[in-house]
């Protein structure tokens, strides 16, 4: 069955500090890859995605992910986190031709000033 | 573009009341909508997906009966809580998907607290 694995429930980081979100799928055929971001009580924004091609994508907000066939892995990361990133960050897949997104277990990221 | 509007943000109800939310596509058709539902502190879980003009299909588990789907047009789908509980307060998510489109635009959001 389609699933993805976000290993990390709860990450702190200090301001200025780089950030790397851990992301796993399990399924054989390359999915599309989102990764989402959501403040408290607030819906979902998309940071980015991946559906082919170059597998360093870069989003919104200085985020970048990369795509890792070998290791079933699609992780986040920024450089330098800025306070405002304080959030939960959710991993999601969607197998081609499917029309169900599937959610990691999201990972919450606090940061320390 | 792609915004995704939910009303109400937030609302709280008697137990054994019904209550509509309603999810539109401000900026583009979407024909096919989600409906996901968050506890705290845990992850988006998947209720139904509406097609517009065709019957929801519901996840396993949801009570079709309870949480009335309606997807009438490209930019409005509605969801209703029949006969709502305590143990359904909640915050309820929708989201939008345009034709042949790979990604979901997200609402901000419902909490429904039921008293």
């Known amino acids: 069955a389609q699933s993805v694995t976000q290993p990390d429930i709860h990450i702190t980081v200090s301001e200025g500090a780089s950030l790397e979100l851990r992301c796993n799928y399990s399924y054989g055929a390359t999915p599309y890859l989102f990764w989402y971001v959501q403040s408290p009580g607030q819906g979902l924004q998309l940071l980015l995605k991946?559906?082919?091609?170059?597998?360093l994508v870069q989003g919104i907000k200085g985020f970048e992910a990369e795509f890792k066939r070998s290791q079933s892995s699609f992780n986040l990361r920024k450089p330098s986190v800025h306070w405002s990133d304080a959030a939960e960050y959710f991993c999601a897949s969607i197998i081609q031709g499917a029309q169900k997104l599937v959610f990691g277990q999201g990972t919450r990221l606090t940061i320390n000033p | 573009g792609a915004v995704v509007s939910q009303h109400p943000s937030r609302v709280i109800c008697k137990s054994g009341t019904s209550v509509k939310i309603e999810c539109r596509s401000l900026?583009?058709?979407?024909?096919?909508m989600f409906w996901y539902r968050q506890f705290p502190k845990q992850s988006l879980m998947l209720m139904a997906t509406s097609n517009e003009g065709s019957k929801a299909t519901y996840e396993q588990g949801v009570e079709k009966d309870k949480f009335l789907i309606n997807h009438a047009s490209l930019t409005l789908s509605t969801l209703t809580v029949t006969s709502a509980h305590p143990e359904d307060s909640s915050f309820y998510i929708c989201s939008a998907r345009l034709a042949g489109g790979r990604e979901q635009y997200f609402g901000p959001g419902t909490r429904l607290t039921v008293t």
């Open positions: 900026d583009f058709q979407a024909t096919t």
């Open positions: 991946y559906f082919s091609g170059d597998t």
